[in-house]
Protein backbone atom coordinates (compact mmCIF):
# COMPACT_ATOMS: atom_id res chain seq x y z
CA UNK A 1 0.00 0.00 0.00
CA UNK A 2 1.13 3.66 -1.11
CA UNK A 3 1.52 6.58 1.72
CA UNK A 4 0.76 9.94 1.17
CA UNK A 5 1.30 12.83 3.66
CA UNK A 6 -1.97 14.30 4.49
CA UNK A 7 -2.54 18.26 4.12
CA UNK A 8 -1.97 20.76 7.25
CA UNK A 9 -5.04 21.43 9.06
CA UNK A 10 -7.43 19.76 8.11
CA UNK A 11 -11.08 20.50 8.88
CA UNK A 12 -13.11 19.32 11.61
CA UNK A 13 -16.51 18.64 11.44
CA UNK A 14 -18.81 16.88 14.60
CA UNK A 15 -22.46 15.57 13.59
CA UNK A 16 -24.67 15.60 16.60
CA UNK A 17 -27.80 13.11 15.91
CA UNK A 18 -30.58 14.03 18.11
CA UNK A 19 -31.27 17.80 20.05
CA UNK A 20 -33.03 17.19 22.69
CA UNK A 21 -31.75 17.61 26.22
CA UNK A 22 -28.60 15.14 25.61
CA UNK A 23 -28.25 16.92 22.00
CA UNK A 24 -28.04 20.22 23.62
CA UNK A 25 -26.23 19.50 26.34
CA UNK A 26 -23.17 18.14 24.08
CA UNK A 27 -23.65 21.65 21.58
CA UNK A 28 -22.96 23.93 24.81
CA UNK A 29 -20.00 21.97 25.99
CA UNK A 30 -18.81 22.35 22.33
CA UNK A 31 -19.40 25.75 21.95
CA UNK A 32 -18.33 26.68 25.41
CA UNK A 33 -14.92 25.06 25.83
CA UNK A 34 -13.89 26.31 22.04
CA UNK A 35 -14.65 29.77 22.93
CA UNK A 36 -11.59 29.28 25.60
CA UNK A 37 -8.20 31.14 24.41
CA UNK A 38 -7.03 27.55 24.18
CA UNK A 39 -8.90 26.24 21.29
CA UNK A 40 -7.54 29.84 19.42
CA UNK A 41 -9.65 30.22 16.39
CA UNK A 42 -9.53 27.17 14.62
CA UNK A 43 -12.44 26.16 12.27
CA UNK A 44 -14.52 23.60 13.68
CA UNK A 45 -18.03 23.05 11.51
CA UNK A 46 -21.00 20.88 13.78
CA UNK A 47 -24.06 19.51 11.84
CA UNK A 48 -27.52 19.09 14.28
CA UNK A 49 -29.79 16.61 12.87
CA UNK A 50 -33.08 16.28 14.19
CA UNK A 51 -36.46 15.69 12.66
CA UNK A 52 -37.57 19.68 14.03
CA UNK A 53 -34.51 21.01 15.37
CA UNK A 54 -35.95 23.18 18.33
CA UNK A 55 -34.60 21.22 21.12
CA UNK A 56 -37.74 20.18 22.35
CA UNK A 57 -37.08 16.67 21.59
CA UNK A 58 -39.65 14.81 23.39
CA UNK A 59 -41.21 17.60 25.04
CA UNK A 60 -43.44 18.47 22.34
CA UNK A 61 -44.52 22.28 22.97
CA UNK A 62 -47.80 21.94 21.76
CA UNK A 63 -48.97 19.00 24.10
CA UNK A 64 -51.83 19.60 26.43
CA UNK A 65 -51.35 21.69 29.79
CA UNK A 66 -52.73 18.34 31.60
CA UNK A 67 -49.33 16.32 31.01
CA UNK A 68 -47.23 17.44 33.60
CA UNK A 69 -43.79 16.96 34.82
CA UNK A 70 -42.89 14.99 37.97
CA UNK A 71 -40.21 17.05 38.52
CA UNK A 72 -40.42 20.58 40.34
CA UNK A 73 -39.80 23.12 38.61
CA UNK A 74 -36.87 24.49 40.49
CA UNK A 75 -35.23 21.30 40.01
CA UNK A 76 -34.52 21.83 36.17
CA UNK A 77 -31.90 23.70 34.25
CA UNK A 78 -29.93 23.28 31.75
CA UNK A 79 -26.90 25.04 32.94
CA UNK A 80 -24.15 22.99 33.77
CA UNK A 81 -22.55 23.98 37.18
CA UNK A 82 -18.69 24.34 38.69
CA UNK A 83 -19.64 20.75 40.51
CA UNK A 84 -20.26 19.15 37.16
CA UNK A 85 -17.94 20.92 34.71
CA UNK A 86 -15.47 22.72 37.04
CA UNK A 87 -14.09 26.24 36.04
CA UNK A 88 -15.20 26.10 32.54
CA UNK A 89 -18.69 26.83 33.14
CA UNK A 90 -19.35 29.32 30.49
CA UNK A 91 -23.32 30.41 30.16
CA UNK A 92 -25.47 31.23 33.73
CA UNK A 93 -29.11 30.93 33.44
CA UNK A 94 -32.23 30.62 35.24
CA UNK A 95 -34.13 27.15 36.23
CA UNK A 96 -37.29 26.23 34.50
CA UNK A 97 -38.80 28.11 37.65
CA UNK A 98 -36.82 31.21 37.98
CA UNK A 99 -37.56 31.35 33.57
CA UNK A 100 -41.34 31.08 33.80
CA UNK A 101 -41.64 33.78 36.53
CA UNK A 102 -39.46 35.61 34.13
CA UNK A 103 -41.86 35.36 31.49
CA UNK A 104 -44.83 36.35 34.25
CA UNK A 105 -47.07 32.80 33.66
CA UNK A 106 -48.95 31.56 36.49
CA UNK A 107 -50.93 28.25 37.20
CA UNK A 108 -54.73 28.72 36.86
CA UNK A 109 -57.15 27.17 39.75
CA UNK A 110 -56.91 23.45 38.08
CA UNK A 111 -53.29 23.60 38.85
CA UNK A 112 -51.91 22.56 35.83
CA UNK A 113 -53.22 25.33 33.03
CA UNK A 114 -49.92 28.01 32.71
CA UNK A 115 -51.08 31.33 31.40
CA UNK A 116 -51.93 34.96 32.44
CA UNK A 117 -53.88 34.29 35.08
CA UNK A 118 -54.12 32.75 38.57
CA UNK A 119 -51.80 32.52 41.45
CA UNK A 120 -47.68 33.05 41.24
CA UNK A 121 -46.08 29.99 40.15
CA UNK A 122 -43.98 28.39 43.28
CA UNK A 123 -40.66 26.37 43.56
CA UNK A 124 -42.22 23.16 44.14
CA UNK A 125 -44.94 23.41 41.46
CA UNK A 126 -45.16 20.29 38.63
CA UNK A 127 -45.39 22.69 35.60
CA UNK A 128 -46.79 21.30 32.17
CA UNK A 129 -44.26 19.03 29.90
CA UNK A 130 -44.90 21.73 26.91
CA UNK A 131 -43.27 24.49 29.03
CA UNK A 132 -40.16 22.55 29.81
CA UNK A 133 -40.26 22.29 25.64
CA UNK A 134 -40.26 25.91 25.41
CA UNK A 135 -37.60 26.09 28.13
CA UNK A 136 -35.38 24.05 25.96
CA UNK A 137 -35.84 25.81 23.29
CA UNK A 138 -35.07 28.74 24.51
CA UNK A 139 -31.79 27.44 25.74
CA UNK A 140 -30.74 25.83 22.41
CA UNK A 141 -31.52 29.53 20.89
CA UNK A 142 -29.34 30.79 23.55
CA UNK A 143 -26.44 28.45 22.78
CA UNK A 144 -26.33 28.94 19.07
CA UNK A 145 -26.23 32.79 19.86
CA UNK A 146 -23.10 33.20 22.13
CA UNK A 147 -21.18 30.17 19.49
CA UNK A 148 -17.63 31.82 18.38
CA UNK A 149 -17.29 33.31 14.79
CA UNK A 150 -14.88 30.22 13.88
CA UNK A 151 -17.70 27.97 14.49
CA UNK A 152 -19.72 26.79 11.52
CA UNK A 153 -22.74 25.14 12.71
CA UNK A 154 -25.76 23.92 10.52
CA UNK A 155 -29.28 22.63 11.39
CA UNK A 156 -31.01 20.09 9.53
CA UNK A 157 -34.12 19.00 10.07
CA UNK A 158 -34.21 15.17 8.61
CA UNK A 159 -33.56 12.14 10.54
CA UNK A 160 -30.37 9.86 10.07
CA UNK A 161 -30.49 6.51 8.78
CA UNK A 162 -27.40 5.24 8.20
CA UNK A 163 -23.70 5.93 9.10
CA UNK A 164 -20.97 4.58 7.37
CA UNK A 165 -17.19 4.86 6.90
CA UNK A 166 -15.29 6.49 4.44
CA UNK A 167 -11.60 5.91 2.89
CA UNK A 168 -10.41 9.02 4.41
CA UNK A 169 -11.19 7.64 8.08
CA UNK A 170 -14.48 10.01 8.60
CA UNK A 171 -17.97 9.14 9.12
CA UNK A 172 -20.90 9.67 6.39
CA UNK A 173 -23.78 10.66 7.53
CA UNK A 174 -26.47 9.82 5.99
CA UNK A 175 -29.99 11.57 6.06
CA UNK A 176 -33.93 10.59 5.07
CA UNK A 177 -33.60 13.66 2.55
CA UNK A 178 -31.22 12.57 1.01
CA UNK A 179 -28.19 14.38 2.20
CA UNK A 180 -25.28 12.78 3.16
CA UNK A 181 -22.86 14.46 6.20
CA UNK A 182 -19.20 13.83 6.00
CA UNK A 183 -17.58 14.52 9.87
CA UNK A 184 -14.60 13.66 11.75
CA UNK A 185 -16.70 12.75 14.63
CA UNK A 186 -20.27 12.03 15.65
CA UNK A 187 -22.12 12.12 18.89
CA UNK A 188 -25.52 9.95 18.94
CA UNK A 189 -28.00 11.63 21.17
CA UNK A 190 -31.10 10.34 19.48
CA UNK A 191 -33.24 9.80 23.18
CA UNK A 192 -35.92 7.16 23.20
CA UNK A 193 -36.51 5.34 20.28
CA UNK A 194 -39.48 3.43 18.97
CA UNK A 195 -40.12 -0.45 19.14
CA UNK A 196 -40.10 -2.85 16.50
CA UNK A 197 -43.31 -2.96 14.10
CA UNK A 198 -45.20 -5.99 15.61
CA UNK A 199 -47.83 -7.94 14.01
CA UNK A 200 -49.16 -9.97 17.13
CA UNK A 201 -53.17 -10.45 16.42
CA UNK A 202 -55.60 -7.81 17.79
CA UNK A 203 -52.46 -4.94 17.14
CA UNK A 204 -55.14 -3.11 15.46
CA UNK A 205 -56.52 -2.26 18.47
CA UNK A 206 -53.29 -2.37 20.47
CA UNK A 207 -52.00 1.44 21.39
CA UNK A 208 -48.33 1.08 22.55
CA UNK A 209 -47.49 4.11 23.74
CA UNK A 210 -50.11 6.66 24.61
CA UNK A 211 -47.93 9.52 23.09
CA UNK A 212 -48.97 12.22 21.55
CA UNK A 213 -52.51 11.39 22.97
CA UNK A 214 -54.48 13.59 21.05
CA UNK A 215 -53.43 11.21 17.48
CA UNK A 216 -53.09 7.90 19.84
CA UNK A 217 -56.61 7.53 21.11
CA UNK A 218 -58.60 9.22 18.41
CA UNK A 219 -60.43 5.97 17.94
CA UNK A 220 -61.38 5.24 21.51
CA UNK A 221 -64.99 6.13 22.06
CA UNK A 222 -67.15 6.91 24.55
CA UNK A 223 -68.63 3.24 24.71
CA UNK A 224 -65.52 1.50 24.43
CA UNK A 225 -63.71 0.13 27.41
CA UNK A 226 -59.90 0.54 27.89
CA UNK A 227 -57.23 -1.59 29.43
CA UNK A 228 -54.51 0.34 30.51
CA UNK A 229 -51.30 -1.09 31.44
CA UNK A 230 -49.13 1.14 33.17
CA UNK A 231 -49.80 2.59 37.05
CA UNK A 232 -46.83 5.28 36.34
CA UNK A 233 -46.47 8.60 35.04
CA UNK A 234 -47.47 8.01 31.62
CA UNK A 235 -50.20 5.66 33.03
CA UNK A 236 -51.22 8.62 34.77
CA UNK A 237 -50.77 10.81 31.62
CA UNK A 238 -53.22 8.18 29.41
CA UNK A 239 -55.89 8.87 32.27
CA UNK A 240 -55.54 12.80 32.47
CA UNK A 241 -55.86 12.13 28.38
CA UNK A 242 -58.85 10.28 28.54
CA UNK A 243 -60.82 12.27 31.02
CA UNK A 244 -59.57 15.69 31.26
CA UNK A 245 -58.52 15.76 27.56
CA UNK A 246 -62.47 14.96 26.97
CA UNK A 247 -63.81 17.42 28.95
CA UNK A 248 -64.05 16.15 32.68
CA UNK A 249 -63.18 18.25 35.25
CA UNK A 250 -62.31 17.59 39.22
CA UNK A 251 -64.81 19.89 42.18
CA UNK A 252 -62.95 21.90 44.54
CA UNK A 253 -63.75 18.55 47.25
CA UNK A 254 -61.40 16.57 44.86
CA UNK A 255 -64.90 14.87 43.24
CA UNK A 256 -64.87 14.05 39.52
CA UNK A 257 -67.66 15.13 37.08
CA UNK A 258 -68.27 13.20 34.00
CA UNK A 259 -68.11 14.61 30.49
CA UNK A 260 -70.12 11.77 28.68
CA UNK A 261 -66.97 11.22 26.77
CA UNK A 262 -64.96 9.50 28.94
CA UNK A 263 -64.67 5.39 28.09
CA UNK A 264 -64.70 2.76 30.46
CA UNK A 265 -61.26 2.44 31.90
CA UNK A 266 -59.63 -1.05 33.33
CA UNK A 267 -56.39 -0.08 34.76
CA UNK A 268 -53.54 -3.29 35.59
CA UNK A 269 -49.66 -3.40 36.18
CA UNK A 270 -47.47 -6.24 35.84
CA UNK A 271 -47.01 -5.84 39.79
CA UNK A 272 -50.39 -5.11 40.81
CA UNK A 273 -48.65 -2.13 43.54
CA UNK A 274 -49.40 1.76 42.49
CA UNK A 275 -46.87 3.57 42.44
CA UNK A 276 -45.59 6.48 45.22
CA UNK A 277 -47.00 9.79 44.40
CA UNK A 278 -44.03 12.25 44.45
CA UNK A 279 -44.60 14.33 47.89
CA UNK A 280 -44.44 18.12 48.26
CA UNK A 281 -40.55 19.26 47.90
CA UNK A 282 -39.35 21.07 51.39
CA UNK A 283 -36.45 20.34 51.23
CA UNK A 284 -33.65 21.43 54.25
CA UNK A 285 -30.57 21.03 52.40
CA UNK A 286 -28.70 18.64 50.08
CA UNK A 287 -28.78 14.98 51.12
CA UNK A 288 -25.50 14.01 53.16
CA UNK A 289 -24.53 10.08 52.81
CA UNK A 290 -23.13 8.37 55.81
CA UNK A 291 -22.70 4.57 54.66
CA UNK A 292 -23.38 4.71 50.81
CA UNK A 293 -20.17 6.29 49.66
CA UNK A 294 -18.00 6.24 46.93
CA UNK A 295 -15.43 4.95 49.29
CA UNK A 296 -17.69 2.44 50.88
CA UNK A 297 -18.26 0.99 47.07
CA UNK A 298 -15.01 1.46 46.05
CA UNK A 299 -13.85 -0.57 49.24
CA UNK A 300 -16.66 -3.62 48.98
CA UNK A 301 -15.28 -3.61 45.03
CA UNK A 302 -11.87 -4.17 45.89
CA UNK A 303 -12.62 -7.20 48.57
CA UNK A 304 -14.06 -8.57 45.91
CA UNK A 305 -13.36 -11.54 43.64
CA UNK A 306 -13.33 -10.08 39.72
CA UNK A 307 -14.45 -6.56 41.31
CA UNK A 308 -18.19 -7.09 40.64
CA UNK A 309 -20.36 -6.66 42.74
CA UNK A 310 -23.56 -8.37 44.35
CA UNK A 311 -27.20 -6.45 44.57
CA UNK A 312 -28.79 -8.21 47.66
CA UNK A 313 -25.70 -9.01 49.41
CA UNK A 314 -23.31 -5.47 48.92
CA UNK A 315 -25.61 -2.67 47.30
CA UNK A 316 -29.20 -3.70 49.17
CA UNK A 317 -27.87 -3.50 52.67
CA UNK A 318 -26.00 0.07 51.99
CA UNK A 319 -29.41 1.56 50.16
CA UNK A 320 -31.70 0.32 53.19
CA UNK A 321 -29.09 1.39 55.75
CA UNK A 322 -28.98 5.14 54.48
CA UNK A 323 -32.87 4.70 54.18
CA UNK A 324 -32.94 4.08 58.25
CA UNK A 325 -30.46 7.21 58.60
CA UNK A 326 -32.58 9.37 56.54
CA UNK A 327 -35.89 8.16 58.19
CA UNK A 328 -34.76 8.53 61.48
CA UNK A 329 -32.84 12.08 60.75
CA UNK A 330 -36.10 13.57 59.95
CA UNK A 331 -37.76 11.86 63.00
CA UNK A 332 -35.09 14.14 64.84
CA UNK A 333 -35.71 17.14 63.10
CA UNK A 334 -39.42 16.97 64.06
CA UNK A 335 -38.57 16.62 67.41
CA UNK A 336 -36.82 19.56 67.88
CA UNK A 337 -33.29 21.53 66.86
CA UNK A 338 -31.50 19.38 70.00
CA UNK A 339 -32.87 16.01 68.77
CA UNK A 340 -31.86 16.72 65.37
CA UNK A 341 -28.12 17.21 66.40
CA UNK A 342 -27.84 14.41 68.90
CA UNK A 343 -29.58 11.92 66.24
CA UNK A 344 -26.96 13.52 63.50
CA UNK A 345 -23.98 13.31 65.85
CA UNK A 346 -24.91 9.44 67.06
CA UNK A 347 -25.30 8.35 63.94
CA UNK A 348 -22.09 9.72 62.53
CA UNK A 349 -20.44 8.46 65.99
CA UNK A 350 -21.64 5.16 65.43
CA UNK A 351 -20.57 4.98 61.78
CA UNK A 352 -17.31 5.55 63.12
CA UNK A 353 -16.82 2.86 65.55
CA UNK A 354 -18.89 0.45 63.07
CA UNK A 355 -21.68 0.28 65.38
CA UNK A 356 -24.39 1.26 63.53
CA UNK A 357 -26.62 -1.43 63.63
CA UNK A 358 -26.51 -1.24 67.24
CA UNK A 359 -27.29 2.65 66.74
CA UNK A 360 -30.40 2.20 64.10
CA UNK A 361 -31.67 -0.55 66.26
CA UNK A 362 -31.87 2.30 69.18
CA UNK A 363 -33.44 5.02 66.86
CA UNK A 364 -35.82 2.20 65.76
CA UNK A 365 -36.68 1.80 69.40
CA UNK A 366 -36.78 5.52 70.47
CA UNK A 367 -38.79 6.64 67.38
CA UNK A 368 -41.45 3.52 66.86
CA UNK A 369 -44.24 4.78 68.70
CA UNK A 370 -44.48 8.00 67.75
CA UNK A 371 -43.23 7.48 64.12
CA UNK A 372 -43.94 3.87 63.57
CA UNK A 373 -42.11 0.90 62.29
CA UNK A 374 -40.00 1.44 59.30
CA UNK A 375 -38.60 -1.49 57.60
CA UNK A 376 -37.06 -0.35 53.74
CA UNK A 377 -37.16 -4.55 53.37
CA UNK A 378 -41.09 -4.23 53.41
CA UNK A 379 -41.61 -0.65 52.00
CA UNK A 380 -38.97 -1.57 48.66
CA UNK A 381 -40.74 -5.04 48.75
CA UNK A 382 -44.49 -5.18 49.35
CA UNK A 383 -46.17 -8.56 49.54
CA UNK A 384 -50.51 -8.56 48.39
CA UNK A 385 -50.93 -11.59 50.29
CA UNK A 386 -53.72 -13.74 49.17
CA UNK A 387 -56.12 -12.27 47.02
CA UNK A 388 -59.50 -13.98 47.66
CA UNK A 389 -61.16 -11.58 44.48
CA UNK A 390 -61.44 -8.36 42.92
CA UNK A 391 -63.21 -6.66 45.17
CA UNK A 392 -60.41 -7.21 47.68
CA UNK A 393 -57.63 -6.08 45.61
CA UNK A 394 -59.21 -2.57 44.59
CA UNK A 395 -59.82 -2.30 48.43
CA UNK A 396 -56.18 -3.02 49.22
CA UNK A 397 -55.11 -1.03 45.84
CA UNK A 398 -57.09 2.21 47.14
CA UNK A 399 -56.23 2.06 50.25
CA UNK A 400 -52.69 1.99 49.67
CA UNK A 401 -53.13 5.00 47.18
CA UNK A 402 -54.84 6.95 50.47
CA UNK A 403 -52.03 6.08 52.65
CA UNK A 404 -49.24 6.69 50.35
CA UNK A 405 -51.19 10.30 49.44
CA UNK A 406 -51.21 11.33 53.39
CA UNK A 407 -47.28 11.35 52.78
CA UNK A 408 -46.29 13.01 50.01
CA UNK A 409 -49.32 15.59 51.08
CA UNK A 410 -47.19 16.02 54.10
CA UNK A 411 -44.18 16.13 52.24
CA UNK A 412 -40.33 15.59 52.23
CA UNK A 413 -40.06 18.24 55.64
CA UNK A 414 -42.98 16.60 57.51
CA UNK A 415 -42.75 12.44 56.43
CA UNK A 416 -39.74 10.76 57.72
CA UNK A 417 -41.05 7.60 55.40
CA UNK A 418 -41.24 10.10 52.28
CA UNK A 419 -37.48 11.14 53.16
CA UNK A 420 -36.36 7.59 53.64
CA UNK A 421 -37.07 7.30 50.13
CA UNK A 422 -36.16 10.26 48.82
CA UNK A 423 -32.74 8.48 49.20
CA UNK A 424 -33.39 6.08 46.47
CA UNK A 425 -33.67 9.65 44.17
CA UNK A 426 -31.12 11.61 46.40
CA UNK A 427 -28.18 8.41 45.91
CA UNK A 428 -28.77 7.83 42.21
CA UNK A 429 -25.28 8.96 41.12
CA UNK A 430 -24.30 6.37 43.77
CA UNK A 431 -26.35 3.72 42.74
CA UNK A 432 -24.71 4.21 39.00
CA UNK A 433 -21.07 4.22 40.57
CA UNK A 434 -21.75 0.91 41.83
CA UNK A 435 -23.48 -0.90 38.89
CA UNK A 436 -22.64 1.07 35.77
CA UNK A 437 -20.26 -0.38 33.15
CA UNK A 438 -20.26 -3.67 34.69
CA UNK A 439 -20.35 -3.02 38.47
CA UNK A 440 -22.83 -5.89 38.87
CA UNK A 441 -22.30 -9.73 38.85
CA UNK A 442 -24.37 -11.10 36.11
CA UNK A 443 -27.03 -12.41 38.04
CA UNK A 444 -27.40 -9.27 39.71
CA UNK A 445 -27.28 -7.01 36.81
CA UNK A 446 -30.26 -9.23 35.71
CA UNK A 447 -32.62 -8.73 38.57
CA UNK A 448 -31.09 -4.48 38.91
CA UNK A 449 -32.86 -4.26 35.57
CA UNK A 450 -35.38 -6.85 35.41
CA UNK A 451 -37.22 -6.19 39.03
CA UNK A 452 -34.94 -3.68 40.43
CA UNK A 453 -35.17 -0.71 38.49
CA UNK A 454 -39.08 -0.93 38.73
CA UNK A 455 -38.33 -1.04 42.53
CA UNK A 456 -36.82 2.35 42.29
CA UNK A 457 -39.34 3.69 39.81
CA UNK A 458 -42.59 2.66 42.11
CA UNK A 459 -40.63 4.06 45.18
CA UNK A 460 -39.60 7.40 44.04
CA UNK A 461 -40.35 8.78 40.13
CA UNK A 462 -44.38 8.21 40.56
CA UNK A 463 -46.95 10.92 39.65
CA UNK A 464 -47.34 14.23 41.06
CA UNK A 465 -49.41 13.69 43.93
CA UNK A 466 -52.18 15.47 42.49
CA UNK A 467 -52.21 12.45 40.02
CA UNK A 468 -53.35 10.11 42.64
CA UNK A 469 -55.72 12.45 44.25
CA UNK A 470 -57.51 12.29 40.30
CA UNK A 471 -56.92 8.80 40.59
CA UNK A 472 -58.79 7.97 43.81
CA UNK A 473 -61.37 10.16 42.42
CA UNK A 474 -61.81 8.41 38.59
CA UNK A 475 -62.27 5.01 40.88
CA UNK A 476 -65.18 6.84 43.02
CA UNK A 477 -66.81 7.78 39.91
CA UNK A 478 -66.48 4.78 38.36
CA UNK A 479 -64.94 6.06 35.49
CA UNK A 480 -61.77 3.35 36.51
CA UNK A 481 -61.73 0.29 37.82
CA UNK A 482 -58.88 -1.94 39.66
CA UNK A 483 -60.41 -5.45 39.27
CA UNK A 484 -57.70 -7.66 37.70
CA UNK A 485 -55.02 -8.19 40.27
CA UNK A 486 -51.51 -8.37 38.99
CA UNK A 487 -50.08 -9.31 35.74
CA UNK A 488 -53.37 -10.11 34.34
CA UNK A 489 -53.19 -12.49 31.31
CA UNK A 490 -53.83 -10.54 28.05
CA UNK A 491 -55.11 -12.30 25.37
CA UNK A 492 -56.75 -11.41 22.27
CA UNK A 493 -60.26 -12.90 21.01
CA UNK A 494 -60.32 -13.12 17.80
CA UNK A 495 -64.20 -14.26 17.62
CA UNK A 496 -65.40 -11.52 19.83
CA UNK A 497 -63.12 -8.66 18.56
CA UNK A 498 -62.10 -8.13 21.75
CA UNK A 499 -59.04 -8.29 24.55
CA UNK A 500 -59.79 -11.15 26.97
CA UNK A 501 -57.66 -10.00 30.39
CA UNK A 502 -57.66 -12.74 32.82
CA UNK A 503 -56.65 -12.78 36.62
CA UNK A 504 -53.68 -14.92 37.21
CA UNK A 505 -53.02 -14.24 40.88
CA UNK A 506 -56.72 -13.92 42.39
CA UNK A 507 -58.42 -16.90 44.57
CA UNK A 508 -61.56 -16.58 42.52
CA UNK A 509 -61.10 -15.61 38.59
CA UNK A 510 -61.88 -12.60 36.98
CA UNK A 511 -62.44 -11.74 33.67
CA UNK A 512 -63.14 -8.63 31.85
CA UNK A 513 -62.80 -7.90 28.32
CA UNK A 514 -61.87 -4.26 26.68
CA UNK A 515 -61.75 -2.96 22.63
CA UNK A 516 -58.41 -1.16 23.42
CA UNK A 517 -55.44 -2.75 25.13
CA UNK A 518 -53.25 0.45 25.39
CA UNK A 519 -49.49 0.60 26.99
CA UNK A 520 -48.23 2.83 29.62
CA UNK A 521 -44.64 2.15 30.24
CA UNK A 522 -41.53 3.54 29.30
CA UNK A 523 -40.06 0.23 27.62
CA UNK A 524 -36.17 0.29 27.68
CA UNK A 525 -34.46 0.37 24.28
CA UNK A 526 -33.89 -2.63 22.15
CA UNK A 527 -31.05 -2.91 20.34
CA UNK A 528 -32.18 -6.44 18.47
CA UNK A 529 -36.01 -5.01 18.38
CA UNK A 530 -36.02 -1.50 17.25
CA UNK A 531 -37.97 0.28 15.38
CA UNK A 532 -35.67 2.73 14.33
CA UNK A 533 -33.57 2.94 10.90
CA UNK A 534 -30.43 4.39 11.91
CA UNK A 535 -30.12 1.70 15.01
CA UNK A 536 -31.18 -1.32 12.80
CA UNK A 537 -28.36 -0.04 10.43
CA UNK A 538 -25.79 0.30 12.73
CA UNK A 539 -26.50 -2.91 14.30
CA UNK A 540 -27.19 -5.16 11.19
CA UNK A 541 -23.27 -3.32 9.91
CA UNK A 542 -21.99 -4.42 13.36
CA UNK A 543 -20.95 -1.51 14.51
CA UNK A 544 -23.38 -1.55 18.00
CA UNK A 545 -23.97 -4.67 19.82
CA UNK A 546 -26.42 -5.20 22.42
CA UNK A 547 -25.16 -5.01 26.03
CA UNK A 548 -24.84 -8.32 27.85
CA UNK A 549 -26.04 -10.45 25.53
CA UNK A 550 -26.55 -13.14 27.40
CA UNK A 551 -28.43 -11.27 29.90
CA UNK A 552 -32.76 -10.95 29.46
CA UNK A 553 -32.89 -7.94 30.85
CA UNK A 554 -30.58 -5.28 29.28
CA UNK A 555 -31.28 -4.54 25.99
CA UNK A 556 -29.13 -1.05 25.08
CA UNK A 557 -26.41 -0.09 23.28
CA UNK A 558 -22.78 -1.96 24.54
CA UNK A 559 -20.69 1.00 24.97
CA UNK A 560 -17.40 1.71 26.99
CA UNK A 561 -16.56 3.75 29.86
CA UNK A 562 -15.79 6.56 27.13
CA UNK A 563 -18.92 6.28 25.96
CA UNK A 564 -18.05 4.98 22.66
CA UNK A 565 -20.28 2.31 20.92
CA UNK A 566 -18.90 -1.59 20.99
CA UNK A 567 -19.11 -3.04 17.70
CA UNK A 568 -20.10 -6.98 16.92
CA UNK A 569 -16.43 -7.47 16.85
CA UNK A 570 -15.40 -6.04 20.43
CA UNK A 571 -14.05 -2.71 18.93
CA UNK A 572 -14.97 -0.05 20.38
CA UNK A 573 -15.54 3.37 17.70
CA UNK A 574 -13.09 6.49 19.17
CA UNK A 575 -15.13 8.58 16.61
CA UNK A 576 -18.62 8.33 17.60
CA UNK A 577 -19.82 9.04 21.37
CA UNK A 578 -23.39 7.25 22.26
CA UNK A 579 -25.42 9.91 25.50
CA UNK A 580 -28.60 9.20 26.71
CA UNK A 581 -31.20 6.48 26.86
CA UNK A 582 -29.69 4.32 24.25
CA UNK A 583 -27.12 3.44 26.90
CA UNK A 584 -29.80 1.77 29.32
CA UNK A 585 -28.37 -1.21 30.68
CA UNK A 586 -24.48 -0.16 30.59
CA UNK A 587 -25.38 3.01 32.41
CA UNK A 588 -28.31 3.19 34.77
CA UNK A 589 -31.37 5.63 34.86
CA UNK A 590 -30.60 7.96 31.66
CA UNK A 591 -34.27 8.91 31.00
CA UNK A 592 -34.26 12.56 32.80
CA UNK A 593 -33.56 16.42 32.53
CA UNK A 594 -30.72 17.54 34.46
CA UNK A 595 -30.81 19.78 37.68
CA UNK A 596 -29.33 22.10 40.09
CA UNK A 597 -27.06 21.46 42.45
CA UNK A 598 -24.80 18.57 42.77
CA UNK A 599 -22.99 16.49 40.39
CA UNK A 600 -25.35 16.15 37.42
CA UNK A 601 -24.80 13.07 35.64
CA UNK A 602 -26.05 14.07 32.19
CA UNK A 603 -23.69 17.33 32.01
CA UNK A 604 -21.19 15.19 33.19
CA UNK A 605 -21.23 12.64 30.56
CA UNK A 606 -21.38 15.56 27.73
CA UNK A 607 -18.37 17.27 29.50
CA UNK A 608 -16.16 14.49 29.18
CA UNK A 609 -16.99 13.09 25.53
CA UNK A 610 -16.38 16.70 24.10
CA UNK A 611 -13.34 17.49 26.18
CA UNK A 612 -11.92 13.79 24.85
CA UNK A 613 -13.53 14.70 21.58
CA UNK A 614 -11.39 18.11 21.49
CA UNK A 615 -8.54 16.79 22.87
CA UNK A 616 -8.55 13.61 19.55
CA UNK A 617 -9.22 17.08 17.00
CA UNK A 618 -6.71 18.94 18.37
CA UNK A 619 -4.18 16.22 16.68
CA UNK A 620 -6.25 16.29 12.99
CA UNK A 621 -4.23 18.44 10.50
CA UNK A 622 -1.04 17.55 11.95
CA UNK A 623 1.55 15.80 9.22
CA UNK A 624 0.52 12.04 9.44
CA UNK A 625 0.48 9.19 7.35
CA UNK A 626 -2.34 7.54 5.67
CA UNK A 627 -3.18 5.04 2.83
CA UNK A 628 -2.90 6.91 -0.82
CA UNK A 629 -6.37 6.34 -1.77
CA UNK A 630 -7.68 7.64 1.57
CA UNK A 631 -5.45 10.75 0.28
CA UNK A 632 -6.82 11.66 -2.99
Known amino acids: MRFSRTPAQLPVSI ?49 PDYLLLNTVCSQVSLFPEETTVGADVGDQGPTLYAWVRQLGLRLADDGYTLGDQGREIRPDDYLPRRILGAYLTWFLQRTLDRAPAHLNIRLHPATATAVNDTDAGTRTITLDNGTVLRSSYVFLTCGHTP ?36 TGLSG ?10 RGGRYTDRGDYVRSG ?36 IDRLRAETTGGALCLHADLLPLLCA ?50 GTFSPEDILFPTLGDLPDSATYQERYTAALEADLQEAIKGLAASPLKSALEVLRDQRDMIRHAVDFGGLDDISHDVFYGSFTATLN ?17 IRAGVVRVPLGPEPRCDWDARAGSWRLSSTRLTEPHTEHAHWLVHATSGQPDVEATGSTLL ?73 TVRAMLDAARHIGEDRLVPAEAAR
Open 322 to 371: EMRIAFHRRCGALTGAAAQLATEEALRAAVRTDTLDAELERLDAQHRVEY
Open 236 to 245: MDALAALTLG
Open 536 to 608: NQLRDTGRIRRHRAGTASSRGVDITVGQHPVAQDGHADEQMWILGPLCEGATFYNHYVPSPGGVNRALLDADR
Open 458 to 474: RAVTGPQLDRHGDLLAL
Open 261 to 296: REPHILLFSRTGLPFRARPTDGRTGAFAPLILTRQT
Open 15 to 63: TIVGLGSRGIGVLERIITLTSRPEWGARPLSIDLVDPDCDGAGLHDTTQ
Open 195 to 230: PAAATAPGERHRIRTPYPPAQQFAGIRPEHTVALAG
